[in-house]
């Protein structure tokens, strides 16, 4: 659920584990444009870490939720990177994952999880050289480094109301967690013990990409899904129907550049088959939207629209 307050765990990776910083130089625009954007969107960012090929970021949402947030951030510093480093095409890979966490019983796990990234992936070699590492939040919390915009405070408090302890008690906590090695629990995509999947909302009423988890135990989970349904169905009940394919069609094809009308069109490149598939099953299985109305959009048969999604449903059961 993209709504106000709720903490998500975003991964962002570069296109086929590509570099997404070369320099000090693009880490200080990356971290800039957060500095912005949480002001201006009433973000709040408690830990982050970035990485040679991918950044994360642990967050509450803001008044509007992540969407905006992300959308800005990744197409601002695609653009910037992309100039500076005379480059062209995609940056990233997909947009972004988020996983919906439930504060009180993740918080501080994933806060300390993240924070030990670069001493997990060989970027740092100790703690020690962790707490110099100007890349991730620890710093900050340990009073190492200044940063305006990152929830500092909300953190120590959880350990002691007087600061000096309070980061001898963070330290600790993170120095507990050295040895535990990789948390799939905390990032993979697969379902375990109290995760779920779920289907996350945009800003502007639509879903995020398939394949969003909860995290949380069963109540909470629960309760997220069914803000989700009862939104989503307030959203459509009110005829956004065809509003909705339109902006999937074009959202879509101006992200994998393709031309619009050649999709609608029934053209048979292979990318743009498999870019109808995919909107096709979007459109079905995200929103309810019947075979013979996407048919009608996307320029073929409603049994050409049923094969599509077949072949969807087999190859995201198979990833």
């Known amino acids: 659920m993209d709504a106000p307050g709720v903490l998500h ?17 693009d880490r200080i625009a990356f971290l800039s444009r ?13 830990a982050w870490a970035l990485m040679p090929n991918h950044v994360h970021l642990l967050l509450f949402s803001g008044p509007q939720g992540i969407s905006q947030f992300m959308r800005r951030l990744l197409t601002g510093y695609a653009l910037y990177f992309n100039r500076r480093h005379h480059r062209s095409g995609h940056l990233f890979q997909n947009r972004y994952r988020s996983i919906v966490c439930e504060e009180e019983a993740y918080l501080l796990e994933l806060v300390r999880y993240i924070h030990l990234n670069p001493l997990r992936g060989d970027v740092v070699g100790s703690l020690k050289e962790l707490e110099k590492y100007p890349w991730s939040g620890h710093a900050v919390l340990m009073g190492l ?11 120590l408090r959880r350990f002691h109301r007087e600061r ?3 980061v001898r008690a963070y330290a600790g906590f ?23 999947r779920v289907l996350t909302l945009r800003e502007d009423g639509g879903r995020l990409e398939q394949g969003g988890r ?3 135990d069963e109540d909470f989970v629960s309760e997220i899904l069914r803000q989700a349904d009862d939104r989503l ?14 902006r999937v069609i074009r959202e879509t094809c101006a992200d994998e550049e393709v031309n619009e009308q050649e999709l609608r069109h029934g053209g048979q490149r292979r990318k743009v088959s498999e870019l109808r598939a995919r909107i096709a099953w979007r459109l079905s299985r995200e929103w309810g939207i019947s075979m013979a109305e996407i048919a009608r959009q996307l320029g073929v048969s ?9 072949t969807m449903e087999r190859k995201v059961k198979s990833e």
């Open 9 to 25: 765990h975003v991964m962002v990776r570069g296109i086929e584990k590509s570099d997404i910083f070369q320099d000090d130089a």
């Open 34 to 46: 957060i500095g912005q954007l949480v002001v201006s969107t009433k973000t709040r960012i408690p």
């Open 145 to 155: 480094t200044k940063n305006d915009w990152q929830e500092k405070d909300y953190i």
């Open 164 to 166: 000096t302890e309070a």
């Open 174 to 196: 993170v120095a507990d967690g050295e040895d535990r090695g990789r948390r799939p629990e905390l990032t993979e995509d697969r379902n375990r013990g109290g995760w779920s």
């Open 214 to 216: 909860v995290l949380g």
């Open 233 to 246: 169905m307030r959203q459509l009940s009110i005829g956004k129907r065809h509003d909705v394919m339109h």
């Open 302 to 310: 409603t049994s050409g629209i049923a094969n599509a999604i077949r």
